[in-house]
């Protein structure tokens, strides 16, 4: 999805949040800048539900929340509100508001070439940033390819690349591990 930017006045996070609850199409927020969304593919779209429905299987019991494209990331250190693919929250009792989630421990966001530049850069950088954050999933809609960033014991950050379908990645905050080959369950790529 390549976002746009909708005005050159910065908006305060109070003024954002109002406007976003009201508005006909999703908006990002970065230090007072607002950025229109544009719309996803079906391929972005499927895979995106198929990983929403497999943390949502893993979850069960857990505590854990699932939650898919319009719930949005706010990320205090950077005075940002993201919308990512999907999220995992296992943290009880949060502070967050009805519309959104600031401490989540798996964010995956589903690339294009259009995003691939603000996923792998702006995107990582502001999403290692949160220090709920396990892991940060980078998952490709043209090929089969998951780019995994965790983060180990002693808060480092790590990056392992998956491509084979049998492959197995770790979700990290549920103790539990999704197949490549079920987030592309129903995807035919070249």
């Not at 006909?24 to 972005?44: D, I, L, N, P």
């Amino acid at each position: 999805m390549l976002a746009q930017v909708v005005s050159n006045l910065a908006l305060t996070e109070t003024e954002y949040l109002a406007q976003e609850q009201t508005a006909k199409e999703r908006h990002e927020y970065v230090a007072g800048q607002v950025f229109a969304m544009a719309g996803a593919s079906k391929t972005h779209n499927e895979i995106a539900l198929n990983l929403a429905v497999a943390l949502r299987r893993l979850s069960q019991g857990s505590g854990c929340r699932v939650f898919m494209a319009d719930m949005k990331l706010r990320i205090s250190q950077r005075n940002s509100y993201y919308y990512p693919d999907v999220l995992l929250t296992c943290e009880p009792n949060q502070e967050d508001s009805e519309y959104f989630v600031d401490r989540p421990c798996l964010v995956i966001e589903v690339v294009s070439k259009s995003t691939e530049w603000k996923d792998y850069h702006e995107k990582l950088l502001a999403y290692q940033s949160v220090s709920s954050v396990k892991n940060y999933w980078v998952v490709s809609q043209d090929r089969y390819e998951v780019t995994c960033f965790y983060r180990d014991l002693k808060g480092e950050w790590w990056v392992k690349t998956y491509t084979e379908l049998e492959q197995t990645l770790v979700v990290e905050c549920l103790q539990a591990s999704i197949n490549l080959a079920e987030i592309y369950t129903n995807i035919q790529l070249p």
